[in-house]
């Protein structure tokens, strides 16, 4: 199992929230997925926002959360909106 600490976007407090829903490896992540993994984090954390959706699908991508395509981007703003109504 690869080790949470070795993704990108992936700091001490982000793997504690992962930790608590039970995510403990990148295979746990990438196999859920972004967008199941927040939503899980978001009925624990309800803090947690559109940022950690996207350092989620950057640590998946292995790409700085930042550097996202724009197109991903929108489709995770999007969904991550949809859980607001």
Same mark, same amino acid.
């Given at each position: 199992?690869? +080790?949470? *600490?070795?993704?990108?976007?992936?700091? !001490? %407090?982000?793997?504690?929230? #992962?930790?608590?829903?039970?995510?403990?490896? +990148?295979? *746990?992540?990438?196999?859920?997925?972004? !967008? %199941?993994?927040?939503?899980? #984090?978001?009925?624990?954390?309800?803090?947690?926002?559109?940022?950690?959706?996207?350092?989620?699908?950057?640590?998946?991508?292995?790409?700085?959360?930042?550097?996202?395509?724009?197109?991903?981007?929108?489709?995770?703003?999007?969904?991550?909106?949809?859980?607001?109504?």
């Amino acid at each position: 199992m690869e +080790s949470l *600490d070795n993704m990108l976007n992936i700091g !001490k %407090e982000m793997k504690r929230k #992962l930790f608590s829903i039970g995510v403990r490896s +990148s295979e *746990d992540l990438i196999r859920l997925g972004s !967008k %199941e993994v927040f939503f899980q #984090l978001k009925e624990q954390h309800p803090n947690v926002c559109l940022v950690h959706l996207y350092a989620l699908q950057g640590a998946i991508d292995n790409v700085d959360y930042d550097k996202l395509p724009d197109e991903v981007k929108l489709d995770l703003k999007q969904y991550s909106d949809s859980l607001k109504k």
